[in-house]
């Protein structure tokens, strides 16, 4: 059995180290979602172009109504013409011929006018709609341009983003090794290898409200009593939901949240700022310096795994 300073320094490497783990794995979940965001970006739809048969729809009331109109327009006008020019006898049957002449010259005339404003207001709207059109197709090849760049300029991106997850993967998963190792000790529970409950034990050794793991007043029973009272949680989705809830009865768990949140969201910011700008995220400085820290971290953890060795629960 680890004494109780060992104890507390072995309980406080497992706590780091799954802080490590929780800011690595947010940071591959954010890398992982850029990368999806960007899969899943339509490119900018196309215009439709304008129908030239609209142009056909030349009287609002079709065509019959307008001959109609016309018909009438003309008829009254050669009826005041013909008035002045040749007035019928009073003889029935000359006025009976001069008004059918009269009227057939307006249906013609009426016909004729409608057909060739008709024809007018055909041409001036199929031009309109032309225009229109032409318009339309340079806009389009624009757009068809634009696209182009942009999914050469995204599969740029992505491809830099994936390189910059599978390095994020290693380090994690070096990282998850690292731990495994000092869980592989069986000096904590599987049950409780975890952040939630690594960190209520951290605190708990750390303030002396316990000094050892098991026992009825070691730091499990706390824990379990603790989680049946309420007064801490211990899923981990519930937590980041409700994370100033646990500020004052979890406050390693809330420190290590908080931290991880910041450099996850510090190294991400720097991974997006280079990937918009094309760059080759392995010469950033800040990168590398955040990777060889998580580096220097587990190598100096493998060093204290030593003095567990003649202590090992089998």
């Not at 104890?7 to 999806?36: A, G, M, P």
């Not at 899943?40 to 307008?66: H, M, V, Y």
């Not at 005041?80 to 020019?85: E, Q």
């Amino acid at each position: 059995m680890l004494n109780t300073e060992a104890l507390k320094d072995y309980i406080r490497h497992v706590y780091y180290l799954e802080s490590s783990l929780y800011k690595q794995e947010r940071l591959l979940n954010q890398v992982n979602n850029e990368i999806n965001i960007i899969r899943n970006q339509r490119p900018e739809p196309l215009c439709e172009l304008e129908d030239t048969s609209k142009a056909n729809d030349i009287w609002e009331d079709g065509w019959f109504p307008a001959f109609v109109k016309f018909f009438v327009f003309c008829s009254i006008v050669v009826f005041a013409i013909g008035m002045f020019v040749d007035n019928p006898s009073g003889d029935i049957s000359e006025v009976i011929g001069w008004t059918f002449n009269k009227l057939l010259i307006g249906l013609i005339t009426g016909i004729v006018l409608c057909l060739i404003v008709g024809g007018i207001k055909y041409n001036i709207q199929k031009n309109d709609i032309d225009q229109r059109n032409n318009r339309i197709s340079l806009q389009n090849e624009q757009i068809l341009s634009e696209n182009k760049e942009m999914e050469i300029y995204n599969e740029r991106k992505i491809n830099i983003l994936i390189t910059e997850l599978e390095k994020a993967k290693k380090f994690y998963n070096e990282t998850k090794n690292v731990l495994n190792e000092y869980y592989s000790y069986d000096i904590i529970y599987k049950k409780y290898r975890n952040l939630p409950a690594v960190s209520a034990f951290h605190e708990y050794l750390t303030s002396k409200q316990c000094y050892e793991l098991e026992g009825h007043e070691g730091a499990y029973v706390r824990y379990e009593f603790d989680l049946k009272m309420g007064t801490i949680l211990s899923k981990l989705d519930e937590i980041i939901d409700k994370l100033d809830s646990i500020k004052e009865n979890q406050r390693m768990l809330y420190d290590a949240i908080i931290e991880g949140n910041r450099v996850s969201n510090r190294i991400y910011n720097e991974i997006q700022r280079g990937t918009k700008k094309l760059e080759r995220l392995e010469n950033n400085q800040k990168l590398s310096i955040y990777y060889g820290k998580i580096t220097a971290e587990n190598t100096e953890y493998m060093k204290n795994l030593i003095i567990y060795n003649s202590m090992r629960i089998r």
